[in-house]
């Protein structure tokens, strides 16, 4: 890289970025989308991956030096290098929004010097290896907000306090970009495994093991304006195809082809609309063998043909675990497909099989995995699949067990369930699919790209965890995940004969129709007989769970939302374009369209579906009324009443078990 020397510490490169060098560290801040990205190592040169971030034609920032500093600008933001290396971080305007936490005698004359030694950007050399990475900044304003990076089991929206952990796990996915009610939006750039902390004094961003430090920021006057920045250097979802608007029937599991036929011909008879439906796990006769068992499914072409013929688009699982047994592991393993163990016998998951995961960072395994799904599955007119695992899940979460293609699963795993993502993406792209949707379990920063449709994982069948789902799909919409969804009814248990899950279910159900996917899923009580004794025959079926299997009065609320879901398909597909578009998040949190309202900040159990759609659900037992706040600037009309208010005030709502309030902006 051609530098441009100006003075013994700052240096313009040809390409226009800023560059520091002090101590072996070089420090390199450029113009990337309408921010800045950060990036700084202690190697002899700097790392090129790009992670997240997608390198279109760059513009470059505007740069002034001075013996003692050095700054860049671009967009709406603003960064000054000091002399001993801090940065700080400036809207337009003037209003600082970031400065590192650095406490060092450098500088008599500085505010921040100090006998406590503490590096805003610390290296600590691994033994043997590279480095592990700490990144600490200032928390300037105690009353800050911080909301998204990714999908945690809490019911905490505003994140500012919380320590996460930045790594996948079931149910939990680690996408780390996040939103301030300060006017910035940052990309902590980096699939380390690790933890971030938003403290009142310190906020800081831990790597275990990294080669480099790398993030990207971004000012904004909106939250969709720093949303659409973010979604412009990350990408955005593909239009969803409008099969995946209306409603998806699944089950733990369908054993049989024929017992996946009669529901989706039971439904066509009780003409109640279905848009999708699933082919659960072990419909294969070995994780690793891609492709229907035909003692359980003998005629997927045809079955596939008449689902198609009712409207009907099946979605099949896919495991990336691979059994000792599977044909196709031999293979794999010459060639190097498989993940690797630094320890011990190389099993990740031992759940119906001795198994390790396909390498989804490997280019050659990606393209392997998609053939094998082309052939099986695609070939015969699949056009969805269920991406099931793609955390990756490890029977023990030893993070530091694990070696992919690119690296250690330490420095590099985080970014696995992308790169799953991308096996299919770019395999369908290049059949001439458009549109392309695939189901996850878990997700990274740029996910959104490859056309990953998040769900919640695997989750209990209780009132608390559905608390949990609504912060956790605001927070993956801000994180940059606009198509997000949940198992309705919750995926472990669930008695559908039982009152009070009935109640449960028709809450979950209701909310499901205001969520950017619907789908019904679930293990429920009790198990099914065993059919069969080879396969996946051991892996038992849940339940019944069909619209009609909860009694009555659940069957009259779950037509009715379906019903709801048909009609809306004009306003999801505007809804749609805009996350396709944009990045715009379907489902967000209040302030993101009314930012200039304060109590809107405040607000964590409603949400907005689309511009229009103010959604309130009933989140506890027993309850048949709630309050709503209703945001400044509009008038507002309930959708069940047809009363019209005006924005500002909080009313109470009636809300009978077959009613979610829901409220139109006029």
């Not at 800023?18 to 202690?42: C, H, M, N, P, S």
């Not at 030096?65 to 400036?90: W, Y």
């Not at 505007?574 to 405040?602: N, Q």
Request: proline share 5%.
């Amino acid at each position: 890289m051609a530098e441009t020397i100006q003075n013994d510490l700052f240096t313009v490169t040809e390409d226009g970025a800023l560059q520091y060098r002090y101590d072996g560290e070089t420090l390199r801040i450029e113009a990337f989308g309408r921010g800045l990205r950060v990036r700084a190592t202690k190697a002899d040169k700097m790392p090129e991956e790009d992670w997240a971030l997608i390198r279109n034609e760059q513009n470059k920032g505007r740069i002034t030096l001075t013996e003692q500093s050095a700054e860049i600008e671009n967009g709406k933001i603003r960064a000054q290098i000091d002399h001993v290396g801090r940065i700080q971080m400036f809207r337009i305007d003037g209003k600082m929004i970031l400065s590192e936490y650095l406490r060092t005698r450098a500088d008599i004359k500085k505010p921040y010097c100090s006998a406590l030694e503490i590096d805003a950007r610390e290296f600590k050399p691994l033994i043997g290896g590279d480095w592990a990475l700490t990144l600490r900044l200032e928390s300037l304003d105690r009353n800050e907000k911080i909301y998204g990076m990714g999908q945690y089991q809490q019911d905490i929206l505003n994140i500012k306090g919380a320590e996460l952990e930045l790594a996948q796990r079931n149910s939990q996915a680690s996408v780390p970009f996040f939103l301030s009610s300060l006017g910035y939006g940052f990309l902590w750039n980096n699939p380390a495994v690790g933890r971030a902390t938003f403290g009142t004094n310190i906020m800081s961003f831990v790597a275990e093991s990294s080669k480099k430090l790398d993030y990207w920021i971004v000012a904004g006057d909106t939250p969709a304006e720093i949303e659409e920045a973010y979604a412009e250097v990350t990408g955005k979802v593909p239009m969803m195809p409008e099969y995946a608007m209306g409603f998806w029937q699944c089950k733990l599991r369908y054993q049989t082809q024929e017992e996946l036929l009669s529901v989706a011909r039971e439904y066509k008879r009780r003409n109640l609309p279905v848009s999708v439906i699933v082919v659960d796990f072990f419909h294969w006769p070995l994780q690793g063998e891609w492709k229907f068992d035909p003692t359980y499914w003998p005629d997927p072409d045809a079955m596939i043909r008449e689902l198609k013929e009712m409207g009907i688009e099946l979605m099949v699982s896919i495991w990336p675990t691979v059994d000792y047994r599977s044909e196709n592991f031999e293979e794999m393993k010459r060639k190097g497909y498989l993940i690797r163990t630094e320890r011990g016998v190389r099993v990740s998951m031992t759940f119906q099989g001795n198994t390790i995961h396909f390498d989804a960072t490997n280019p050659a395994a990606r393209e392997y995995v998609w053939q094998k799904a082309k052939q099986n599955y695609y070939d015969k007119g699949v056009r969805i699949f269920w991406l099931d695992e793609a955390e990756p899940e490890y029977e023990v979460y030893q993070f530091d067990n694990y070696r992919y293609h690119i690296g250690s699963n330490l420095q590099i795993g985080n970014i696995y369930p992308a790169m799953y993502a991308r096996a299919f993406y770019e395999g369908m792209q290049k059949e001439g699919q458009e549109n392309i949707l695939n189901l996850l379990r878990c997700a990274w920063a740029g996910s959104a790209r490859y056309g990953a449709l998040v769900w919640s994982g695997d989750i209990a069948s209780t009132f608390e965890v559905l608390r949990r789902q609504l912060a956790a799909g605001l927070n993956m919409g801000i994180a940059g995940i606009p198509w997000w969804t949940t198992d309705i009814g919750g995926f472990h248990g669930g008695d559908p004969k039982d009152p009070a899950f009935q109640e449960l279910l028709a809450r979950w159900f209701e909310f499901g129709a205001y969520c950017p996917v619907m789908r019904l899923h679930g293990d429920r009580d009790s198990k099914q007989p065993q059919y069969g004794e080879t396969g996946g025959a051991t892996c038992l079926s849940g339940a019944d769970n069909e619209v009609w299997s909860f009694g009555e009065e659940d069957y009259e609320i779950c037509k009715k939302y379906l019903a709801v879901r048909e009609t809306m398909r004009p306003y999801l597909r505007e809804v749609m374009r805009e996350a396709h578009e944009k990045g715009t998040p379907v489902m967000r949190p209040l302030f993101y369209d009314f930012p200039d309202d304060k109590t809107a900040w405040e607000i964590e159990d409603q949400y907005m579906f689309g511009p229009n759609k103010l959604i309130a659900p009933v989140l506890e037992a027993g309850k048949r009324a709630r309050e709503v706040y209703l945001p400044c600037g509009a008038r507002w009309k309930n959708i069940e009443t047809g009363e019209c208010f005006e924005g500002g005030q909080t009313i109470t709502a009636d809300a009978p078990l077959d009613v979610i309030p829901v409220f139109e902006k006029l």
